[in-house]
């Protein structure tokens, strides 16, 4: 018979290995097997044991200097979520993306308070291309798409906790239509995006991340509409 204790202790470890795979996913670079257990607050020893199950099922891969980064085997398991929106909507990021020099991104709602990035396209030809990689994760209170999705929730279904000075500016963007941010999520970075709505899929967001934009922000918007009206009709909404 299982025990209440062993359940807890089994769910206590697939917590913590899932709490790994974002932690790696949110970070810029590889990290130490040290750096891991403090971002989980556990004892090295406990993080090693993880990370070994998590490579062992390639979702964890480790280079030669023991560093820890995403591996493989998560594309696996990604390609079968949403997978036919990932399909429809990446011939239209790849157009936004090629046409503007800018990283252009699907983002979901994941839960009550996040965003995970679906898809991400970058232009062919840009002098500085920034690489926002498929399942970063980030609050919707914070960026242009988490923002771009809270435009379309009613404010009953908002996180327990919105400042009112977002409450003001989410006003304001209802207003124009889009969504704006700068420095937020990735320090350095601005990003401009836009409500997608499909029935039956989560509340999502287009939008696009750049150092600095070259042409005026609703500029961008339009034309991230347009991007996303073209991804409703291929739904067939």
Request: net charge negative; charged share 20%; aromatic share 2%.
């Amino acid at each position: 018979m299982v025990t209440d204790d062993a359940t807890r202790a089994g769910s206590q470890t697939l917590s913590r290995g899932i709490r790994i795979l974002e932690v790696l996913a949110d970070a810029d670079r590889a990290l130490s097997i040290d750096e891991v257990a403090a971002a989980l607050g556990v004892h090295r020893s406990v993080a090693y044991r993880l990370v070994r199950t998590l490579e062992h099922h390639g979702l964890v891969t480790r280079d030669a200097a023991g560093r820890l980064t995403l591996g493989t085997g998560l594309a696996a398991l990604a390609s079968g979520v949403a997978r036919d929106l990932q399909h429809l909507a990446l011939p239209e990021l790849n157009a936004v993306a090629n046409e503007l020099g800018m990283t252009c991104l699907l983002a979901v709602l994941v839960d009550a308070e996040e965003a995970v990035t679906l898809v991400s396209a970058s232009p062919r030809q840009s002098v500085a291309v920034v690489s926002y990689r498929p399942g970063h994760r980030h609050p919707i209170t914070r960026g242009g798409p988490g923002k771009a999705i809270l435009l379309s929730l009613p404010e009953s279904a908002w996180p327990a906790e919105v400042p009112s000075g977002l409450r003001d500016e989410i006003a304001e963007s209802r207003r124009r239509g889009y969504a704006l941010s700068h420095d937020e999520v990735v320090p350095s970075l601005a990003s401009v995006a836009v409500p997608l709505m499909l029935p039956g899929q989560p509340p999502a967001s287009i939008a696009v991340i750049h150092v600095s934009f070259s042409q005026p922000e609703s500029e961008i918007a339009e034309r991230l509409r347009l991007a996303a009206e073209a991804v409703t009709r291929a739904y067939g909404a």
